[in-house]
Every structure is written in C-alpha cells, then in structure tokens.
C-alpha cells in the first residue's frame, strides 16, 4: 500500500508526544489456534499480559486486504467529503478528536457499532450513499469472520480456565443484543515528527478497552504499544498476518482481576501510514458485569461493585481516554 495523503496540520501542539522507546519487544505470546496447547497458553497471556497474538486464526486474508483497501480508499477522499460522514457522535468519521472529553491524537477514523438492529445511524453516513454496498459488504464479512475467532477464542478462555458452560463468554458476543463496535484507523504518516528533538506523536493516547475482548489487525507499520505489568512501555513487532488480542475491562472483571485488561496506545510514524481495524465485543447493554460464579473459589469475594454494561459504558463515555475507568467500580 502507498502512502496516503495528509491530512491538513492545523495544530498539533495539542497531541502529546513521548520520549522513544526501545526496540521492539520479543516477548508477545503467539498462539496458535489449532494446537492443543492454544487455551492455556491463552489463559496464561491473559493473565500475565491480557494481551497476545493469534495464529492459525482462519479469518481468510482475503478479508483484511479488502476491507483495508476500501479503508485506504475512504480515507483518500478529499477532507471535505470525509467530513461529512461524522462527528462520530459516538459513530461516524472523526478526524483527531477521540470520545467527547477533549482527547486528541494524529489520527483520523470510523466507528460503527456491528448490530444494526442496535443502532443503525451508520446506515445513513452520507459518504456511502452513492456506492454503499462494496464498503458495507468489506466490512460485514470482515466483521462476521473476526466475530467468530473471537468467539472460538473466548470458547478457549473458558476451557482453559475449566469453568462451564464452554460458551459462558462468547454467548454473550453472539447475542443478537450484543453491544459490540468497530474502528478503521489511520494514521497519517507525520514529517514534522523528525522535528520533534526524537520524541514521539501520539497517535491514540493511552487507555484500556471497556469491553470484554478486542481484535486487531494492522497493516505492516509499527505503532502499537502495551504496557507490562511494570508500567514499562514496549513496542509490539507488526504482523499484518495475525491478530492481536486485547483482555477487556470487562473481561477483567469478570475473571474477578484473574486478567489484566491491558493499557494500549499507538504512536504516529514519521514516514508511515498505520492502518487498522478493530473488533470490541462487548455484551448486551441489560447484563450484569460481575465475577463468573463458576470461576470463584469458596469464600472469595467480588472486588467489584455490581453493575451492568450500560453503567460501565456510560461512566466510561464521562471519562478521559487515560482514566482508571474501572477504578470507580473497585470495592474500597
Ligand atoms: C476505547 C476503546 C474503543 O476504541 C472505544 C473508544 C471510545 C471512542 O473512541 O469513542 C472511547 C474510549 C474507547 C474509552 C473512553 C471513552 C470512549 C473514547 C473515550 C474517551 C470505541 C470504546 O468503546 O471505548
């Protein structure tokens, strides 16, 4: 893929930058999928982590490569057209401003939530009215395979973690009522970054995902980070092959803090344009995010107070992309 176009520099003294890191980090768990090992390794990473990469996933590449040129294309348009399909109130196109708090990053993006039945305002972004059905056919394949790695994954998790019924986790992904979204993210390549005395742009500031499980999958540019257990930052190698699996605050929560619902964020390059998508699985809007009783040992108490996804997800939209969203939920 070559490099797209820039958007217009307004000011980008308001992104925040960072001091460089290290050299890519080599100690990223890889499972694969069709190996008898795969879920308890996987539980291991959650645990450790509450990040890994899957392999052997089944998702055809012929998915990604598509839905990413249709990404490439949208994301070529002149500013203009590209404007009209947002603000992502919360879906739609958004061009530096991330959520409703005032975060910003070197980023442009599109968000849909994958239940029309849900919300169906994506349905009417304007921007796909002349030729919808190309774009909207990308994405709806792309979404309903990743959907079912997902599952398969949280199928794993539950196996690995000996608790029943297998699909504890995933029935709640594949409720028709599931509350689950979708992000196509680009960032730009940014020149004035050499500028920047070796410091780095933020490209989607640091954060936790509120849903159960998240999917990603880049193109072959570098840019993603997590942070380790010790709040060190290390850079995650790119794999445009593979996807990488991100534990949930919800996930962590309903492990009982078992997993580790990964801090994250991405950093712009200089020369580079990143483009990636991401799948959130998140449950039904109405279901209680507690510990799983199967899971909890005599005697040991939740060390969260009780609430649904609804009260999660609205707390979080109230909140900075940095916050400690769970903090507010942890038992005192
Ligand atoms: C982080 C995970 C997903 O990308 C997202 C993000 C959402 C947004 O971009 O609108 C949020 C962010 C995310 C967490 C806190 C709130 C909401 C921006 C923000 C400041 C789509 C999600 O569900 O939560």
Not at 199 to 215: K, M, V, Y
Not at 222 to 235: A, C, K
């Amino acid at each position: 893929m070559g490099v797209l176009s820039q958007p217009v520099v307004d000011n980008f003294s308001l992104i925040k930058t960072c001091k460089p890191t290290s050299s890519f980090f080599t100690g990223i768990p890889v499972i694969d999928l069709s190996r008898p090992e795969a879920k308890t390794l996987m539980v291991g990473a959650c645990q450790e982590f509450g990040f890994f990469k899957v392999v052997n996933h089944g998702v055809p590449m012929e998915f990604m490569t598509r839905l990413e040129a249709e990404a490439v294309k949208f994301f070529n348009l002149p500013q203009s057209e590209k404007d009209k399909a947002g603000p992502p109130n919360p879906f739609g196109y958004g061009n530096k401003k991330i959520g409703p708090n005032g975060d910003v990053g070197w980023i442009e993006y599109l968000l849909f939530i994958t239940n029309p039945e849900v919300n169906n305002s994506h349905k009417s972004l304007s921007i796909f009215r002349e030729n919808p059905e190309i774009f909207w056919s990308a994405v709806n394949n792309y979404v309903a395979a990743v959907k079912n790695m997902v599952c398969e994954v949280l199928e794993l998790i539950a196996d690995g973690l000996k608790i029943g019924p297998r699909n504890v986790l995933s029935r709640l992904l594949r409720d028709e009522r599931s509350d689950s979204c979708f992000r196509l993210n680009h960032y730009p390549p940014c020149p004035e970054l050499q500028a920047l005395n070796g410091r780095n742009l933020i490209g989607f500031g640091e954060h936790t995902d509120p849903q159960i499980i998240s999917a990603a999958r880049s193109n072959n540019t570098s840019g993603l980070q997590i942070s380790l257990r010790d709040g060190t930052w290390v850079s995650v190698p790119p794999d445009q092959y593979s996807f990488f699996i991100n534990v949930g605050d919800s996930l962590q929560v309903m492990t009982n803090g078992r997993f580790r619902s990964v801090r994250h964020r991405v950093l712009a390059d200089s020369l580079k344009s990143r483009v990636s998508m991401i799948y959130f699985g998140g449950s039904p809007l109405s279901e209680k995010i507690g510990p799983l009783s199967s899971l909890m040992e005599e005697g040991e108490e939740s060390l969260y107070k009780e609430f649904t996804w609804r009260e999660y997800k609205s707390s979080a939209y109230k909140s900075r992309l940095g916050d400690n969203r769970l903090g507010l939920f942890e038992k005192t």
